[in-house]
């Protein structure tokens, strides 16, 4: 099968190091002209009817396919795949996904597994790694954190690359670089000025605010954030949320030592959870997992379209299960 060097494919929950490599991709165009599309949202021949339009302000251009595993159906892969072997030299397509894979016969149509630094697969950091990332981060802009306040960004802010980056640079314009950096200080700027996050959901959430939790999906709905993102970020914490309910019956639930094991040390963290514990037990935590994954798979299916809808449901059902 051919080969198409102008094609990408670009998997995984990394969104840091993704975008790294979409970087590294526009360095080798000359100011390309920039068009993204959501699959899903807008229909495969409009999207091909851009890849093989000449450009009229530009010597090149890159087409973005967000969510590219909705794209599934037979006569769309054909006609992506055709349009891919027309493709002008310096028209570049990059199919975007959170997932691991895309649809076997999608990939089969637009790049050979023999061209393997164009399909690549970016995995979420092991917790060594994101600590040392961290640390990094913020020695490179004259500031030195603890294992503590790397805890504490980490349980606050969605844990990949381009999200701490994001939070991080912002957080950095209100510390001092001649005084020690406190997990305390971290928590106090991060819980005022953080963005509107799945974690930032789970706080509603286990307060019970229907209204701010609702409002909250709305606003990363509205801003592109991948539902399945959001998913994965939630059944996170009610995995932890399972793990700080067992010490509780443990006789734990105030053993800093075994909360930190856990992921909990932050005050606002130990806010929330203990907000939630209140709301939810062992069975209903297990029941919110499972609805987690009931509509993770809702949404791979022909009624994703209905993204908005599917979401609002799952969170009010979420909110209202508690014991």
């Avoid at 700027?189 to 307060?207: C, D, G, P, Q």
Wanted: proline letters at 2%; hydrophobic letters at 40%; glycine letters at 2%.
């Amino acid at each position: 099968m051919a080969v198409s060097k102008n094609v990408y494919i670009f998997l995984g929950p990394e969104l840091g190091k993704k975008q790294d490599a979409i970087n590294a991709v526009k360095e080798k165009l000359a100011a390309p002209e920039e068009f993204s599309y959501y699959a899903g949202e807008t229909p495969v021949s409009e999207i091909t009817d851009t890849l093989l339009n000449i450009s009229l302000f530009a010597d090149s251009r890159i087409v973005y396919v967000k969510n590219a595993e909705l794209i599934k159906k037979k006569d769309e892969i054909e006609l992506l795949s055709s349009c891919v072997k027309n493709m002008e030299e310096k028209t570049v397509l990059i199919l975007l996904s959170d997932e691991l894979k895309l649809t076997a016969s999608l990939e089969d149509a637009v790049i050979s597994n023999s061209s393997k630094n164009n399909r690549q697969i970016f995995y979420e950091m092991f917790e060594k790694e994101k600590h040392e990332w961290l640390k990094q981060l913020f020695r490179s802009n004259g500031f030195d954190i603890d294992r503590d306040c790397a805890n504490t960004i980490l349980e606050l802010v969605e844990n990949n690359t381009d999200a701490l980056k994001r939070e991080c640079t912002r957080l950095m314009q209100f510390l001092k670089k001649d005084e020690n950096v406190t997990s305390e200080e971290i928590e106090k700027w991060l819980s005022h000025n953080r963005e509107e996050s799945a974690f930032v959901l789970f706080s509603r959430i286990a307060s019970g605010d229907l209204s701010k939790s609702l409002e909250s999906m709305s606003v990363m709905l509205a801003a592109k954030q991948s539902a399945q993102s959001i998913l994965a970020g939630l059944t996170w914490c009610f995995r932890k949320l399972y793990d700080y309910l067992n010490l509780l019956e443990e006789g734990n639930g105030n053993n800093s030592f075994e909360l930190k094991k856990i992921g909990i040390s932050a005050p606002k963290a130990k806010e929330d959870y203990a907000a939630a514990a209140k709301r939810y037990d062992l069975e209903s935590v297990e029941s919110c997992l499972s609805l987690t994954a009931e509509y993770d798979m809702l949404l791979r299916s022909p009624v994703a379209v209905m993204e908005n809808i599917l979401m609002d449901r799952y969170i009010t059902k979420i909110v209202n299960n508690p014991r």
